[in-house]
């Protein structure tokens, strides 16, 4: 029988402040660094979810001690070209970043091995990854899709100009890259999160920026170091837009993470009418975070589409559920990225808004949205994907009715304490 959770609040008033779990893409290149380095990194802040946590299995499978404290991490490596051989088929589970991530650093060891996947990471597309490594010299058989098999080697370097917009090629070809012999440049038409290429200065590799272009030199050892994950903005999203819709909410985000290449969430909202502090920022672990506040005023329509899209490009799911309440159209376009994550999200956001009354129509690379309108409750689909899910349960605070998401363990991939962070801010009795 599929799991299923009934939300409802009687009169959610969004008020409080929360520090959402640690970002997820930063745990993952913090894990895999980390296991790449020689000697003990620290981690602070890791993301206990369960795209993380398959990261983590894979590198024990490696050889490399991994200890967690709850979101401490000690790793203690003996480096890549000492890596063990696995005993077991590689689980990538339901993370494509573990999966595109790991198809370059093992492309550039000295392991064989087969990386696996569930259902949905079955479905998604390798080749935008297999195609520049093979291109470097890797040795992968098993087609488009995993499961595919890897037998590391010596590689060579390239210059690469992206055809797609994803960190995740981008960081797959720096970490073989970094492995390489000589040079590997990396070109984007819009610059991607770039988590990768901090994080890989912080371990001390020979990495340069100029313009949209990454370079990495091949060939450096990594030694470990102290990580300290920020706050997930892709997490902290739900409740900014909840905030923002709920009347009369008010939400403080403490140490979330900001870097510009994550940050098209608070412009969209900004630009929507929403209003958006920022009360603090630092940058002093490699990654600039701070604290925001969001608080709800009247909304309206916009276009979102260009070079902002990869900067929210995880949070249009929950941006659409934003629009169904601003007042007149917004558009949502080049972004048919959104049709190789997890699910297909333009088709299963609009399935699942139009199930609650929203005005809502998918395009070929987007939606257009049009607003408001008053959102009934109903049945809603979390298609095995968080955001999905999470979009779910964040309607619930402005429909009329109740809201029962199907299959909601998903949420744990990304964030395992959602919903005490819902309840807890939408049963806030608030008194002036
Ligand atoms: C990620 C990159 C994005 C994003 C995903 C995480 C990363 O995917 O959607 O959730 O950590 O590099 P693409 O690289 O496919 O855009």
Redesign the pocket.
């Known amino acids: 029988m599929t799991e299923l959770k009934t939300v409802k609040f009687d009169k959610p008033v969004i008020k409080g402040s929360i520090k959402v779990p640690g970002d997820?893409?930063?745990s993952?290149?913090a894990i895999m660094l980390g296991s790449i380095a020689e000697g003990r990194t620290s981690i602070k802040g890791f993301l206990d979810g369960e795209d993380c946590l398959r990261t983590v299995d894979i590198f024990k499978q490696l050889g490399v001690t991994i200890e967690r404290m709850g979101t401490n991490v000690v790793i203690d490596s003996p480096g890549l070209r000492n890596w063990r051989q696995p005993a077991v088929d590689l689980y990538a589970g339901n993370s494509?970043?573990t999966a595109?991530?790991m198809l370059g650093i093992l492309s550039a060891s000295e392991i064989e091995s087969v990386l696996t996947g569930d259902d949905s990471l079955s479905k998604r597309p390798m080749k935008?990854v297999t195609g520049p490594l093979e291109l470097m010299g890797a040795s992968i058989k098993g087609g488009d899709l995993l499961p595919l098999t890897i037998t590391g080697g010596k590689l060579q370097s390239i210059e690469y100009d992206m055809p797609?917009?994803?960190?995740?090629?981008?960081?797959a070809i720096l970490f073989a890259g970094l492995n390489a012999e000589g040079d590997t440049t990396v070109t984007e038409t819009t610059i991607?999160?770039d988590?990768?290429e901090r994080m890989l200065k912080q371990f001390g590799a020979d990495i340069s920026q100029q313009g949209t272009s990454s370079t990495i030199r091949g060939g450096s050892v990594l030694t470990g170091t102290d990580v300290t994950v920020p706050g997930d903005i892709?997490s902290a999203a739900f409740f900014m837009v909840a905030a923002a819709i709920v009347e009369g909410g008010t939400c403080d985000f403490i140490d979330v993470g900001l870097n510009p290449t994550r940050t098209g969430i608070i412009e969209v909202l900004r630009q929507m009418g929403a209003q958006v502090e920022l009360l603090e920022q630092t940058d002093e672990v490699g990654e600039p975070y701070g604290r925001i506040r969001v608080s709800h005023s009247s909304i309206h329509g916009i276009e979102i589409g260009g070079d902002i899209i990869?900067t929210l490009?995880?949070e249009l799911p929950v941006i659409a559920l934003l629009a169904t309440q601003a007042k007149g159209k917004t558009i949502i376009k080049d972004a048919a990225?959104l049709r190789?994550?997890?699910t297909d999200r333009i088709a299963a956001v609009t399935t699942e808004l139009t199930k609650l009354g929203a005005r809502i129509e998918a395009t070929e690379d987007g939606m257009i949205i049009e607003g408001p309108t008053p959102l009934t409750g109903g049945t809603l689909k979390s298609y095995g994907d968080h955001r999905l899910g999470m979009m779910a349960a964040i309607a619930s605070l402005v429909s009329e009715g109740a809201i029962h998401i199907e299959d909601p363990s998903c949420i744990a991939i990304?964030y395992p304490n959602f919903f005490e962070h819902l309840e807890e801010l939408a049963l806030t009795t608030y008194e002036e």
């Open positions: 997820k893409s930063i993952h290149r494509g970043t595109r991530l935008r797609v917009e994803s960190a995740q090629v981008k960081s991607s999160r988590h990768t892709s990869p490009i995880d990225e190789v994550k997890e990304s």
